[in-house]
């Protein structure tokens, strides 16, 4: 199996996305290219293109376009555009991939970019920016985190940590000058310090589940035609937890059994629950130490067998075996050094 890292960068190490490949036994760097912090991928439905978004913490950030032969896996830049906002952060695309859709995490900003179907290009179309007087009345400043859109593609989820809230936009794929009506169709507010960052649709698109990264907690909520109500909150360590939360990525294994998150800060542990079949809501079963040090994103292949995790701080992925019986995971021993990944999306 092959898989991209995405990578922070410095002037020692500019290599900012690698293909890899991975036979159980064996991690190996096939290719990387130089671009600067490539801190969130996205891939087209066929693989032959690849976005990242350019997290260079300035106002001038970027979305970068890939060709991706995967016969020779190499990586050619169609080209560049604006964010249009500070520090983009995530990247996702609309069900069709004909659109892309850009969290600027201090930019307070969402961005939609076009994607030409014939070269695989980015364009801008739309930025909505996160008024806070018009979702609250104190001091806090949006940090957008997250966008993804609804399973039948009518909807844009936006998880805002800095405004602990989800917006939800109606999106028209057709309109190709506004598809995102700039008033939120709805909102749900999380308590104070929640910090929504990750969201993550469950396998039959009817609950939405959500890692809060300040407080270190996960939700379920219900999801009916752009409505959301929240019907579970879980902490992700114990009541004596006393230290530093910083939960960040969430996933669910394929067979919608498992959902696991990741917590850095002091933890540096995945933790794993069970998923209950008939209501969609979460049990933990154990928590489980990473061997590494900032486990920001992790990634699980399409069998729901292994688990790569990537360590931003102690600069390494590493590889857990997925118990498909258990929802345990179990390190095999599988160390790739590599600087600053922050990102892993398998082929």
């Not at 739309?126 to 806070?132: A, D, G, N, R, S």
């Not at 057709?174 to 999380?190: A, Q, T, V």
Request: glycine share 8%; net charge negative; hydrophobic share 40%.
């Amino acid at each position: 199996m092959f898989f991209f890292i995405g990578s922070y960068t410095d002037t020692q190490n500019p290599f900012g996305l690698s293909v890899c490949s991975f036979d159980g036994n064996e991690i190996t760097i096939l290719n990387s290219i130089a671009v600067e912090n490539a801190s969130y991928i996205a891939l087209s439905e066929n693989r032959k293109n690849v976005y990242v978004v350019n997290e260079n913490h300035t106002e001038e950030d970027k979305v970068t376009a890939f060709i991706f032969d995967d016969q020779n896996k190499q990586l050619t830049c169609i080209n560049s555009v604006p964010s249009n906002g500070a520090d983009p952060c995530y990247l996702s695309l609309s069900r069709t991939g004909a659109m892309a859709f850009v969290s600027n995490y201090s930019g307070g900003s969402l961005s939609v970019l076009n994607i030409d179907q014939l070269t695989g290009g980015v364009s801008n179309i739309q930025t909505l920016i996160h008024e806070v007087p018009k979702i609250n009345s104190g001091i806090l400043r949006s940090h957008i985190h997250s966008a993804i859109t609804s399973p039948d593609g009518k909807f844009l989820l936006v998880a805002d940590l800095g405004l602990d809230s989800i917006m939800v936009y109606k999106f028209d794929e057709n309109n190709i000058r506004e598809p995102l009506i700039s008033d939120f169709h709805s909102l749900i507010k999380f308590s104070t310090g929640t910090g929504p960052r990750h969201i993550l649709f469950s396998n039959d698109g009817c609950l939405l589940y959500v890692v809060g990264e300040l407080d270190g907690s996960v939700h379920v909520l219900s999801w009916d035609s752009g409505q959301l109500s929240i019907i579970q909150s879980l902490k992700l360590m114990s009541e004596d937890y006393d230290e530093r939360n910083s939960a960040a990525d969430i996933q669910i294994t394929p067979n919608g059994d498992f959902l696991y998150v990741s917590n850095r800060g002091d933890a540096n542990q995945i933790i794993a629950f069970k998923i209950d079949k008939a209501f969609g809501t979460l049990r933990i079963i154990d928590r489980f130490s990473t061997g590494g040090i900032g486990p920001r994103n992790f990634a699980i292949d399409s069998d729901g067998k292994f688990m790569l995790v990537a360590h931003q701080n102690s600069h390494d992925v590493r590889v857990f075996q997925i118990n498909n019986i258990t929802g345990s995971i179990n390190d095999v021993g599988l160390v790739l050094k590599i600087n600053s990944p922050v990102c892993i999306k398998f082929i």
